[in-house]
């Protein structure tokens, strides 16, 4: 994909291989949200008709939300981000129902650091980066046994970094059995692209979205609560969102978000055939020009848009440097923690040697992934690498 101006400079030809970090607003949604800035900015809580304009908009869109998650438009809760979406769940579930939060060892940093705030329980993956069943159980039992509640398990539908995915009738079923007092969230933020969520949301009690993953605008999620609410807000004061979460709506952002989810919808099923075969030609021309490169977890245990690649003998602060250079984007998820390379916590939950994981290199695909890109890609990858290797070694 080539991407345009910025501000009336023509930026070169991008490749962009970044997509879990943010993929491109559609063009649909974009078109949708443009009245909403435009002309129709009355604050939704308004009485007068332009106001209630706008909240119409708000509450159709709230509809054709519920279409694509499977659940009631009640169940639907407009919020700011997918961050601010999992807080709401975990915070709000241990203020409501008291106890131990749960959750894997490879969530995303807006439930982790949620779950460790509130002093809770973080339980082990697989080498695919899927939460451990019986490890899961055992810390219910364990908690349970202490006689403590369990507040909320929450364990991610697709990792971000890797692309696996759980199975999330498996942990519910867990729950049920060895806690059944407790909230099942599941942050499915890297989800919508991949996953047919009306599969998803009937066996969870909360559900995170966020608009920006899928073609929406930044700035704008959803928490679905199942039957009601079940969790304490996290945002009080104007009483939006019936008292779950106050603030003025976005308008043109719930909008642009409900367009972008249903066209992610439509077009599933064939995007992941497309990206499951460009997503298999990255990492197969990478392995055939490159000894040393490793898939970071098998292709059948993840979605279409993830390649992620452990590459020997290089460390991917450097690699990411020079494909940044040659305009290419991408990413690693290692943080450089004073000035030495920490392996990302996913990697290191899944037993990935901090040796190979020095070299992780998360390269993720959406829906302007052309087979230009992957060319490109894999040109600057391999040129990059064999840069770095021939340094390493003069
Ligand atoms: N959860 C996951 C799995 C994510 O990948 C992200 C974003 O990278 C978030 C939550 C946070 O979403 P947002 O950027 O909307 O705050």
Same mark, same amino acid.
């Given at each position: 994909?080539?991407?345009?101006?910025?501000?009336?400079?023509?930026?070169?030809?991008?490749?962009? @291989?970044?997509?879990?970090?943010?993929?491109?607003?559609?063009?649909?949604?974009?078109?949708?949200?443009?009245?909403?800035?435009?002309?129709?900015?009355?604050?939704?809580?308004?009485?007068?008709?332009?106001?209630?304009?706008?909240?119409?908009?708000?509450?159709?869109?709230?509809?054709?939300?519920?279409?694509?998650?499977?659940?009631?438009?009640?169940?639907?809760?407009?919020?700011?981000?997918?961050?601010?979406?999992?807080?709401? =769940?975990?915070?709000?579930?241990?203020?409501?129902?008291?106890?131990?939060?749960?959750?894997?060892?490879?969530?995303?940093?807006?439930?982790?650091?949620?779950?460790?705030?509130?002093?809770?329980? +973080?339980?082990?993956?697989?080498?695919?980066? !899927?939460?451990?069943?019986?490890?899961?159980?055992?810390?219910?039992? !364990?908690? +349970? =046994?202490?006689?403590?509640?369990?507040?909320?398990?929450?364990?991610?539908?697709?990792?971000?970094?890797?692309?696996?995915?759980?199975?999330?009738?498996?942990?519910?079923?867990?729950?049920?059995?060895? =806690?059944?007092?407790? @909230?099942?969230?599941?942050?499915?933020?890297?989800?919508?692209?991949?996953?047919?969520?009306?599969?998803?949301?009937?066996?969870?009690?909360?559900?995170?979205?966020?608009?920006? $993953?899928?073609?929406?605008?930044?700035?704008?999620?959803?928490?679905?609560?199942?039957?009601?609410?079940?969790?304490?807000?996290?945002?009080?004061?104007?009483?939006?969102?019936?008292?779950?979460?106050?603030?003025?709506?976005?308008?043109?952002?719930? /909008?642009?978000?409900?367009?972008?989810?249903?066209?992610?919808?439509?077009?599933?099923? /064939?995007?992941?055939?497309?990206?499951?075969?460009?997503?298999?030609?990255?990492? $197969?021309?990478?392995?055939?020009? @490159?000894?040393? /490169?490793?898939?970071?977890?098998?292709?059948?245990?993840?979605?279409?848009?993830?390649?992620?690649?452990?590459?020997?003998?290089?460390?991917?602060?450097? @690699?990411?440097?020079?494909?940044?250079?040659?305009?290419?984007?991408?990413?690693?998820?290692? =943080?450089?923690?004073?000035?030495?390379?920490?392996?990302?916590?996913?990697?290191?939950?899944?037993?990935?040697?901090?040796?190979?994981?020095?070299?992780?290199?998360?390269?993720?695909?959406?829906?302007?992934?052309?087979?230009?890109?992957?060319?490109?890609?894999?040109?600057? /990858?391999?040129?990059?690498?064999?840069?770095?290797?021939?340094?390493?070694?003069?």
């Amino acid at each position: 994909m080539t991407i345009g101006s910025v501000d009336g400079v023509n930026s070169p030809a991008i490749t962009y @291989l970044d997509h879990a970090a943010s993929t491109p607003m559609r063009a649909e949604a974009v078109e949708a949200m443009m009245p909403y800035l435009r002309d129709q900015y009355a604050n939704p809580s308004g009485s007068h008709r332009f106001a209630r304009q706008a909240r119409q908009a708000i509450d159709e869109s709230r509809d054709r939300v519920a279409a694509v998650l499977g659940c009631h438009p009640n169940e639907v809760v407009f919020t700011g981000c997918g961050t601010e979406s999992d807080n709401m =769940a975990i915070t709000g579930a241990v203020g409501r129902i008291g106890g131990v939060a749960v959750c894997s060892a490879v969530e995303h940093h807006a439930v982790l650091e949620v779950v460790e705030h509130h002093h809770g329980a +973080v339980v082990g993956v697989d080498a695919a980066g !899927r939460v451990d069943l019986d490890e899961l159980a055992a810390t219910l039992d !364990r908690i +349970v =046994a202490d006689d403590r509640p369990v507040a909320i398990v929450s364990v991610m539908a697709v990792n971000n970094e890797v692309g696996s995915i759980n199975d999330l009738p498996a942990v519910a079923r867990i729950v049920r059995r060895h =806690a059944p007092g407790a @909230l099942v969230h599941t942050d499915a933020v890297q989800a919508a692209c991949w996953l047919d969520l009306r599969t998803v949301t009937p066996h969870v009690d909360l559900l995170s979205l966020s608009a920006h $993953k899928f073609g929406g605008p930044k700035g704008v999620g959803v928490l679905v609560e199942r039957g009601g609410p079940r969790v304490d807000p996290l945002i009080i004061g104007g009483g939006q969102e019936r008292e779950r979460r106050s603030g003025t709506h976005n308008t043109a952002g719930i /909008v642009a978000m409900a367009t972008a989810l249903e066209l992610t919808d439509a077009e599933r099923d /064939v995007e992941r055939l497309r990206l499951t075969e460009l997503r298999d030609q990255l990492v $197969k021309g990478l392995q055939a020009a @490159l000894d040393g /490169v490793t898939e970071t977890v098998p292709a059948a245990d993840k979605v279409a848009g993830a390649a992620h690649v452990c590459i020997a003998d290089i460390e991917s602060e450097a @690699l990411l440097y020079l494909l940044d250079e040659a305009d290419v984007c991408a990413s690693a998820a290692s =943080a450089c923690a004073s000035g030495a390379m920490e392996p990302s916590h996913v990697l290191a939950a899944m037993g990935v040697s901090r040796e190979l994981a020095i070299g992780a290199l998360r390269m993720s695909l959406g829906h302007t992934t052309t087979e230009d890109d992957v060319h490109r890609g894999i040109e600057v /990858v391999v040129d990059a690498v064999t840069t770095l290797r021939r340094g390493a070694t003069t």
